[in-house]
């Protein structure tokens, strides 16, 4: 199984201008750095709690199909673009989204044939041959991401401001606490983050 983000969010979360007004700085002196402090904490978030704040086009790749479902590792799931596989023949065949349900309720997301359909017989089975595209975020605006999440990005990124020399690997555990629990909050589970 592979996983790769192939369409980039259009803009951040927690911008320059928010995360300076959290930190209560006036000068724009360090501007550039507290953006990039902010967008590594928004990336600290989402590979935490496997989630992803602004929507963004992801890929993943399997070997063969499952047994029950396909388990998308990026949540909040908005939808499913295609399924692709590799048939016996060596072509790739699109599977047809008439033949699945999507559960875009769902955390983390997940793909299984309708009722009275199976996966793909003739599908060939090799590395990573199989491509699920999907989209994931809970939207296109800042405005769009829950509050908790961008109040986590903002105390990570204070933090890192304030302790710019750390002299600990970057955990949970030199975070603020709030940072702990708001995460947790967020988790689905798939991926654990450090503690």
């Known amino acids: 199984m592979s996983l790769k983000q192939t369409g980039a969010p259009s803009v951040e979360p927690v911008t320059t201008t928010t995360q300076?007004?959290?930190?209560?700085?006036d000068s724009s002196d360090e501007d550039t750095l507290i953006g990039n402090l902010a967008a590594s904490a928004r990336a600290l978030f989402e590979d935490s709690t496997n989630r992803q704040c602004i929507t963004a086009t992801w890929q993943l790749k399997l070997t063969n199909w499952p047994t029950a479902e396909i388990v998308l590792p990026v949540s909040p799931l908005q939808s499913v673009t295609s399924v692709t596989y590799v048939d016996q023949d060596g072509a790739t065949q699109t599977w047809s989204s008439g033949d699945y349900d999507a559960f875009t309720?769902?955390?983390p997301g997940r793909i299984r044939p309708k009722y009275d359909k199976d996966w793909p017989s003739d599908s060939r089975g090799g590395h990573d041959e199989?491509?699920?595209?999907?989209v994931a975020g809970y939207g296109d605006a800042a405005t769009d991401v829950p509050d908790g999440i961008l109040t986590c990005i903002h105390l990570v990124a204070s933090s890192w401001y304030e302790n710019r020399e750390a002299t600990q690997p970057v955990t949970l555990t030199v975070m603020p606490l709030a940072v702990k629990s708001l995460m947790q909050q967020y988790r689905d589970g798939t991926i654990e983050a450090s503690a």
């Open 20 to 25: 300076k007004t959290f930190m209560r700085v």
């Open 105 to 107: 309720a769902s955390t």
């Open 130 to 134: 199989i491509t699920v595209t999907f």
